[in-house]
């Protein structure tokens, strides 16, 4: 399976419908990054994905793991196959985790008990406050936004010849999570670009939402993770994992707001004068 291929046909497929990476993203309720990814072929889309794209631009699977147009019409018993084997996936892992569930609940409530028993005896008081959990603090922004964009960038696939790799960020809050140890919440927006023969182009950009974890060391911070939302039906779920309620909301109007827009048009003069051009 070449996934390169793959990827350039699932582009192709993008540019026939009019839409952009971002529009992509928002119809298959997954990031841009994911997309981008797709298409440069680092990465696959997982099953009920592909099911999905398959329907959007209405092909058949089979044509998306070749990375070429076969039919006109999408295989109705393949895309049955895919549907199946994706429920029989889902069904599994949840018997797998009732079975676990049922090995571990009994020593969890007798720990749970335990540990109710130790703190009433101490007196102590667990979480008073539920949210928010942490306390917002400031960081200076020149700090964050060059410490966390040299840490996307070089965690960006590798560029390719005459091309660079630039990184913007718009962050939305900082929180203490304890001494020296903080969470950043943040828009990020990367892209590539290739300058040859005088034409400067992107060769790929993504846009998503990001939790970084930074750690002080003396007087100097240093991220040392960073989570972002999966794909598909995890999307929400997993962003009410990662970010605060009012950190949602503001990831929710990255569009609307212009952040994005923004985010774009300083990447791309970053890009221009990287290559000095006008």
């Known amino acids: 399976m070449d996934q390169q291929k793959i990827g350039s ?11 952009t ?8 309720n997954t990031t841009n990054r994911s997309v981008s990814r797709w298409e440069t072929g680092n990465t696959m889309p997982d099953i009920c994905i592909l099911i999905e794209l398959a329907e959007f631009y ?13 039919s006109e019409k999408m295989n109705e018993d393949v895309k049955a196959t895919a549907e199946k084997v994706a429920e029989y996936s889902k069904k599994t892992n949840k018997k797998k985790i009732t079975k676990v569930v049922t090995l571990m609940i009994i020593p969890i409530i007798v720990l ?44 960006m ?10 990184s913007n960020i718009k962050v939305f809050s900082v929180e203490e999570k304890q001494s020296g140890d903080y969470y950043v919440y943040a828009w990020v927006f990367e892209s590539a670009y290739l ?6 182009s992107e060769e790929s950009g993504s846009s ?7 750690i002080k060391e003396n007087e100097s911070f240093r991220v040392v993770n960073a989570d972002v939302p999966r794909d598909g039906s995890y999307n929400i779920e997993d962003r009410k994992k990662l970010f ?9 109007t990255v569009q609307e707001d212009g952040t994005v827009r923004t985010l774009s048009d300083k990447t791309l003069a970053d890009a221009k004068a990287y290559f000095n051009v006008k």
Do not use: W
């Open 58 to 70: 209405q092909v058949d699977i089979k044509e998306i793991l070749n990375g070429e147009r076969q």
């Open 195 to 200: 300058y040859k023969e005088g034409v400067l």
């Open 208 to 214: 998503y939402p990001c939790r970084f974890e930074l």
């Open 9 to 19: 046909f699932l582009k192709a497929l993008r540019c026939e419908k009019g839409l």
């Open 157 to 166: 696939p590798e560029a390719s010849v005459n091309s660079h790799n630039f």
């Open 244 to 252: 605060p309620g009012y950190v949602i909301k503001m990831i929710e």
């Open 21 to 28: 990476q971002a529009e992509l993203a928002e119809q298959l």
């Open 112 to 155: 749970t008990a335990l540990l109710v028993i130790v703190f009433l005896s101490r007196s102590v008081q667990v979480l008073p406050n539920i949210y928010p959990a942490y306390q917002q603090v400031t960081i200076d922004s020149k700090v964050t936004d060059k410490l966390i964009n040299d840490y996307v960038t070089g965690h």
